[in-house]
């Protein structure tokens, strides 16, 4: 007798997510004694700030503690839509055109499993964020992976998705500042990609979540190009610019027709947000931004002392200058080493913790992410201890 499996077949092509692999073996190295510089870590070491954690404390004692609309507290789309008319030139409507999500990643998912039939396609960069071509595949279509030019900012190579498209290809994904690179594009690169999507009728999906991690130039939402906010979804969070990566909110902003089907899906699937959370969200949005710009500067700070002592270590490059996010995505240069035998190395050797490029993509075999988000003493010692690493390795 044949028995059902007990997994359904949709898992089949997911394992866990590299980044938690490199995360257990530090924890392991750790719990011998041993200092592990964590840079394989995509959040932001501070705390969230105390008006934040104030508001939603305030929010528990008054007794918001029971379900929210599906969409979001109406004073949170408001907080969000003021935001993106003052950051982004963006005018949404509260009611229709946002709604509130689990982080940014429920914002992806929702977003994929409202557009999707499947076998759709969707153009994704390669290497990035790993989540975005699993989103994919679990709503039924199929991630089209493009590499990127690490000499353009890491924009995407246009001509290549030219020739991907497909009468299946429905949209195309940007993500600027970009995980795993840091790149971020100019404003000229985004308007090239508004208007590939234009000119091949596809729906434009805008990862903002580093919108505010920015060390050279400024923001620019693909959105805000004229006719474009039509064609594009936006998924935000406030995990990375508010230190709030546990509090579990994100937003999408996009046309009333896409918001109306990820609502219907938000009702089934997690029906509202954490209430008492929200309130702390609102009081982020509608606060003092300061803190968020003294966290950007610590890792402006950070982000030249990376780079500066990443240059100067023979087997390693850096492709193209990362101006964004809090990461920096070094090649190995040595002969007869992967990337990934140099990640390993740097952990098992060295107790530091990097992701090798592969976690991101074929287009990331060859590099290894390294996140800045750890204290500035961190960063140097990490550095130093690369450093040695590399003295080894390039004797091999
Ligand atoms: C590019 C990108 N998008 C979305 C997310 C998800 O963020 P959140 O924690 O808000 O779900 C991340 C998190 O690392 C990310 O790097």
């Not at 992976?145 to 299946?168: M, Q, V, W």
């Amino acid at each position: 007798m044949d028995y059902l499996p007990i997994i359904s077949n949709r898992l089949t092509d997911i394992s866990f997510a590299g980044i938690r692999k490199v995360f257990q073996r530090a924890n392991e190295i750790e719990a011998q004694g041993k200092k592990v510089i964590h840079f394989e870590i995509g959040r932001p070491d501070f705390d969230t700030p105390s008006h934040i954690k104030e508001a939603a404390k305030v929010a528990l004692d008054k007794g918001y503690v029971h379900y929210a609309p599906n969409n979001g507290l109406p004073a949170l789309r408001e907080a969000l839509a003021m935001r993106l008319r003052i950051d982004k030139e963006l005018n949404y409507d509260l009611e229709k055109e946002i709604m509130v999500t689990a982080g940014g990643q429920e914002a992806l998912y929702l977003t994929f499993l409202s557009l999707l039939n499947d076998g759709d396609q969707v153009i994704i960069p390669d290497p990035s964020f790993g989540p975005f071509a699993l989103a994919i595949q679990l709503a039924g279509g199929i991630p089209v992976k493009i590499p990127l030019e690490p000499d353009e900012n890491f924009s995407y190579d246009l001509t290549a998705a030219k020739r991907a498209l497909t009468r299946r290809t429905k949209a195309i994904l940007v993500n600027s500042p970009h995980n795993p690179t840091g790149g971020c594009l100019t404003k000229e690169q985004l308007k090239e990609v508004a208007d590939f999507a234009v000119e091949n009728d596809l729906i434009l999906i805008s990862d903002e979540a580093y919108d505010k991690m920015i060390y050279e130039g400024n923001f620019v939402s693909p959105a805000s190009f004229p006719g474009m906010q039509e064609r594009t979804v936006i998924c935000g969070t406030l995990s990375k610019t508010y230190a709030m990566t546990g509090w579990r909110i994100g937003y999408i902003a996009a046309s009333e027709t896409i918001i109306g089907a990820a609502i219907r899906l938000q009702q089934n699937v997690m029906l509202s947000l954490c209430t008492f959370a929200q309130y702390g969200a609102i009081a982020a949005l509608t606060g003092s931004q300061e803190c968020v710009e003294s966290m950007v500067r610590e890792f402006a700070r950070r982000r030249l002392l990376v780079l500066g002592r990443l240059k100067q270590i023979p087997g390693l490059e850096l492709n193209g200058i990362p101006q964004g996010a809090f990461y920096a995505f070094p090649r190995v240069t040595l002969p007869n080493i992967t990337s990934a035998q140099v990640a390993n190395y740097l952990l098992n050797h060295e107790g530091v913790a990097v992701v090798d490029g592969l976690a991101f993509g074929q287009g990331g075999n060859g590099h290894f992410r390294l996140s800045y988000a750890v204290s500035y003493d961190d960063c140097r010692i990490g550095l130093e201890r690369i450093d040695e690493a590399m003295k080894v390795l390039r004797k091999l």
